[in-house]
């Protein structure tokens, strides 16, 4: 992979020959890049995750093989991700005609005007440099999308400017034909009315276009990559046959299969106003896995990875407000605050037709559930006999949204010279206050899941008790 920091200096084809450059097509310059990456052992997909051995070796075959790709999977899955990192497989810098409506090579030009001005200017034609930011296109199909949007029509105001209404100069090229020698990625696919999907025939075969009744053939360099959502075939259209025979590779996505994996999305892509500790995100990557494999989730619709990410910022916009209220000095999320995954997040969950009235019991089962498995991996083997015999001799810890970290930490029962709390805290990597305080009320829900202690709630104000 080409990974230049400044811009070539060539500005005329001239010296461009003389710098000893040349010609690549694109599916070689992909080619070449990956095998040079994965040669010098570089992660060409960065911030994928759970993809490694399954997706990406798919994906990477498809690209040696030259192969336009099409992925198909649920909402959230990273299909979109994984598209727009394609274009790092770009070399970094690309030489084009300055002017060139479609980018071209200065030594392939395609179109009647760069090979007139070529011919005319010889070693003087000017040459630019495109950045490989700049060759990757998406477009996001939706059903009002038209054969000019992606391949292309007449243009109206060249017809106005004395060309005949024939030349193919009268012609205002789409999306497609402006990525040659580039990438354009297509996402949801099936939502594209049938006879558009027709309108690309021609250039996923034969590599060129027909716009109306011109007869142009422009030998287009361009790789086509599309999404989808297998639901689609049924609830709003389908890719038509033809069109998906010409996809070369098709590959199905998935979500993350191990937890670390949906731990690291939600740490990547969740943006956070205020501490959430671990163990708080493994419990949402753990809810959220709970979903997606309860029998009163409708999974043909999925969970996907945005409701994990919405939850890690609820949670932690909860801890923000919470903070500012009580005079906190740091915002930490605390096990008080996943209640407002529910109350906020519930409508992104869609349920199958017999669990209609019972929604939130079942998302209040499942949290209750991942909560109390975090809590048990969290403090595997620790002893909490003596906090639970405190409570047992009537201590009482109250907590809540009302209730600060250090309120928290000053209401618990003293448990002599036993270092109990500063395990807890070191279980859960716990440092300042805040986080003690988060690490000792997961201990204590643990507790409460596991029926050793009790928990009375009023919904502002927790008082776990004697069971």
């Known amino acids: 992979m080409a990974e230049t920091t400044t811009r070539p200096d060539a500005t005329t084809v001239g010296e461009l020959r003389a710098s000893g450059h040349t010609a690549k097509p694109l599916r070689t310059e992909l080619r070449d890049n990956l095998l040079a990456a994965l040669a010098r052992g570089d992660d060409p997909w960065p911030g994928l995750h759970g993809f490694a051995g399954t997706v990406i070796p798919q994906v990477e075959r498809a690209i040696l093989a030259g192969h336009d790709i099409v992925l198909l999977g649920e909402r959230g899955q990273g299909k979109t991700r994984l598209l727009r990192t394609l274009g790092n497989l770009l070399d970094e810098w690309t030489p084009v005609i300055d002017g060139s409506e479609l980018g071209e090579h200065p030594f392939e030009p395609i179109t009647a005007a760069s090979i007139r001005r070529a011919a005319a200017l010889g070693d003087d034609l000017p040459v630019v440099w495109r950045h490989r930011s700049e060759r990757y296109a998406e477009k996001l199909a939706t059903p009002d999308t038209s054969v000019a949007d992606l391949v292309g029509d007449v243009d109206p105001m060249k017809v106005a400017e004395g060309r005949s209404l024939g030349d193919p100069e009268t012609i205002h090229y789409g999306l497609i034909p402006r990525s040659h020698r580039g990438i354009v990625a297509i996402n949801e696919l099936p939502d594209l009315a049938e006879r558009i999907q027709v309108a690309m025939l021609n250039v996923m075969e034969e590599r060129d276009i027909q716009i109306r009744g011109y007869l142009v053939r422009l030998p287009l360099d361009v790789l086509v990559v599309a999404s989808a959502n297998p639901e689609d075939y049924t609830n709003r259209g389908r890719i038509i046959t033809p069109l998906k025979d010409r996809f070369g590779a098709e590959v199905r996505t998935h979500y993350p299969v191990e937890l670390a994996e949906e731990v690291a999305v939600v740490r990547q892509e969740a943006e956070l106003v205020a501490e959430v500790p671990e163990p708080l995100i493994e419990i949402i990557a753990r809810f959220t896995r709970e979903l997606r494999d309860s029998s009163s989730v409708d999974q043909r619709s999925g969970v996907s990875a945005r409701f994990s990410i919405a939850a890690a910022e609820t949670v932690a916009a909860a801890a923000l407000h919470r903070a500012t209220v009580l005079g906190e000095e740091a915002a930490v ?35 209750r559930t991942a909560t109390a498995e975090t809590a048990r991996e969290t403090f595997r083997g620790l002893d909490f006999r003596l906090l639970v015999d405190a409570i047992s001799d009537g201590a009482t810890i109250t907590t809540g949204d009302r209730v600060s970290a250090a309120d928290l930490l000053a209401g618990l029962p003293v448990l002599g010279e036993s270092e109990l709390y500063d395990e807890i805290a070191e279980r859960a990597g716990a440092t300042g206050p805040g986080e003690r305080a988060s690490a000792i009320e997961l201990a204590l829900e643990g507790l409460y899941l596991a029926r050793r202690i009790s928990k009375d709630s009023d919904g502002r104000t927790t008082l776990y008790g004697e069971a």
């Open 333 to 367: 999320a605390r096990v008080v605050d996943l209640g407002t995954v529910l109350d906020v997040l519930g409508g992104k969950v869609e349920f199958e037709s017999g669990e209609e009235g019972r929604e939130r019991v079942i998302l209040e089962h499942l949290l």
